[in-house]
Nanobody, 120 residues
Framework: QVYVVESGGGLVRAGGSHRLSCAAS????????MGWYRQALGKQRELVAT???????NYADSVKDRFIISRDNAKNTMWLEMRSLKAADTAVYYC??????????????WGQGTQVTVSS
């Protein structure tokens, strides 16, 4: 069953801006930390950003001052605004959230991944 859906991937020119979104299904609730990982081809998965339920963000050094993570707890939705994009930002981006699905256990749930390609 799909619990988390990502959208917004695409081709972006270097120096440009782009936004990704991540939405939880209706069965998800009690969402705590949310965030984004990315994985470039042939590279290890990298933690990009996290945001707490109280909207406290943390960023990897590689995206600090360029990316902004935000969330809407009423809509159970999260966004990643990306600015001043570089070729090194090219990767598959995965959102995640620590949550409960229905009456199941609390754990991390993951989106399907969305490709962001930065070209010049």
């Amino acid at each position: 069953q799909v619990y988390v859906v990502e959208s917004g991937g695409g081709l972006v020119r270097a120096g440009g801006s782009h936004r990704l979104s991540c939405a939880a299904s209706g069965v998800m609730h009690s969402i705590n930390d949310m965030g984004w990982y990315r994985q470039a081809l042939g590279k290890q998965r990298e933690l990009v950003a996290t945001v707490t339920r109280d909207n406290i963000p943390n960023y990897a050094d590689s995206v600090k001052d360029r990316f902004i993570i935000s969330r809407d707890n009423a809509k159970n939705t999260m966004w990643l605004e990306m600015r001043s994009l570089k070729a090194a930002d090219t990767a598959v981006y995965y959102c995640f959230m620590n949550a409960i699905a229905g009456f199941g256990p609390r754990r991390d749930y993951w989106g399907q991944g969305t490709q962001v390609t930065v070209s010049s």
